[in-house]
């Protein structure tokens, strides 16, 4: 039976623990902090609670419209009442059941979990610091999964242990009158979307020219107009260069001149890798900031050691993080397994919701690729309950196979498995066009983007 020690309990740690013990290996799995790490803890997990509230809350001013004269006083009144206390509550019952499920599977699976922090004697030697001593763990092979923290560049790094970054900003004790939201990326956009949908003055500030520089142009466009109709200020194309406290708040110099004043400040700006604790140079490995460079199918480092999750620098995204903890664990067990960082799917849980998989246009510029589109204005269910923004856009090559796929609008992350699975089956648009969808629902728009 061989030892097999997995360095992290994130969402790569864990499912490799998993899958490692069901192939047979003695399992010890390190985690230096919490079970579920920062997906479940202060990420996904956590603003997916807090943004469904927020959006709920969002609908007061609709549902006094179709109610007697009078209803938006009521409206307002509920709103006004809104407890963060209770939301926060509400998110926090939901990340406690989840963590106490992934310690029940892994002792129910036998594997032996540690915390500690753990670094490199050898190859086959692993020493862990606990609270109670320390000990030395053989090993046949080892997983790393150590996942990511916060990124601060100056000048945030100086003042990061007073503003918020998404270890803290679930802790937060009150909602804040307003924020600067420093990086428009994912974590950015949902969190301005949440805490603006709860009344708080959000400013974003995005150094590339558009916020989500990495998804669909067209999309992003969208969320941009959405969240400036709700009030978010977008400021694109410029950085923070000096920020300094003042009248109890913080003032931000952009680099246009211009300032932006706020109460507090979130970091958005991106993760970072530090792997100091685990003395890799033991083993003949190096990092940077950006982790570990492994096979990009086997995730295999040196001999029997491999990586998976954010430390692998491939995608940061936890459905990503647990694909390659599995494939580790089988490749280490001796069963060879490959990961394909193309067939990802990418979701941002905003309103209107974004979804993707495969290439976007900006990807395939050089190829020769044909885009078909639909919008949800013509779909029955969207017309219906008056959830028209959005649309599906597929491409294809020039053999009609698709190769990805953009869905903007409702249920966005759901549907995008869709397109997903037909990526995975080789379809082409005319195949993906035989397929019957029932009627009215939101997926008949991909149905329709198939037909163009």
Not at 234 to 251: C, D, F, I, R, Y
Not at 310 to 334: S, Y
Request: aromatic share 6%; with cysteine; hydrophobic share 45%.
């Amino acid at each position: 039976m061989p030892k097999i020690i997995v360095i992290g309990g994130g969402p790569a740690g864990y499912p490799a623990a998993l899958q490692a013990a069901q192939l047979g290996a003695q399992v010890t799995l390190i985690e230096k902090d919490k079970l579920g790490g920062v997906c479940l803890n202060c990420g996904c997990i956590p603003s997916k609670s807090l943004l469904d509230a927020a959006h709920k809350f969002a609908l007061l001013p609709t549902l006094a419209s179709w109610s007697e004269p009078g209803s938006e006083d009521l409206s307002a009144q509920l709103f006004a009442r809104k407890d963060w206390a209770k939301l926060q509550a509400r998110q926090q019952k939901a990340t406690q059941k989840l963590v106490q499920g992934i310690s029940f599977l892994l002792k129910k699976a036998g594997v032996t979990v540690i915390t500690g922090t753990a670094s490199f004697i050898d190859e086959h030697t692993v020493r862990v610091q606990t609270a109670a001593g320390e000990q030395t763990l053989p090993a046949d092979g080892v997983i790393l999964a150590t996942g990511s923290q916060a990124f601060f560049p100056a000048p945030f790094e100086a003042i990061k242990d007073k503003i918020y970054h998404n270890a803290n900003l679930f802790e937060m004790s009150a909602l804040p009158q307003s924020i600067a939201i420093v990086g428009g990326g994912v974590i950015g956009c949902e969190m301005a979307d949440f805490l603006s949908a709860l009344g708080v003055e959000v400013h974003v500030i995005e150094m590339q020219p558009r916020i989500l520089p990495q998804e669909d142009e067209t999309a992003a466009r969208t969320l941009a107009q959405a969240l400036t109709k709700r009030g978010v200020t977008l400021h694109v194309g410029v950085s923070a260069t000096q920020v300094v406290q003042e009248n109890g708040g913080w003032k931000l110099t952009l680099s246009d001149g211009s300032s932006v004043q706020t109460e507090k400040i979130l970091a958005a700006i991106g993760r970072t890798v530090d792997l100091t604790e685990l003395h890799l140079e033991n083993i003949g490995l190096s990092w940077t900031r950006k982790g570990v460079q492994v096979h990009p199918q086997t995730l295999q480092l040196k001999n029997n050691i491999y990586a998976a999750g954010d430390v692998t620098g491939l995608c940061q995204l936890a459905h990503a993080a647990t694909r390659q903890g599995e494939v580790a664990a089988r490749n280490v067990c001796g069963q060879r397994a490959l990961y394909h960082n193309e067939a990802v799917p990418r979701a941002i849980y905003t309103s209107p919701e974004i979804a993707s998989v495969g290439l976007t246009k900006a990807q395939a510029q050089g190829k020769t690729v044909q885009a078909h589109k639909s919008f949800l204005l013509a779909n029955g269910r969207a017309v219906a309950q008056d959830q028209t923004e959005g649309y599906v856009e597929l491409l294809t090559d020039e053999t009609d196979k698709l190769v990805g796929g953009t869905i903007v609008g409702t249920h966005a992350a759901e549907l995008i498995h869709v397109i997903s699975v037909a990526l995975r089956a080789g379809f082409t648009r005319a195949q993906l066009g035989e397929v019957i969808f029932a009627h009215p629902t939101f997926a008949e728009s991909i149905y329709e983007a198939a037909r163009k």
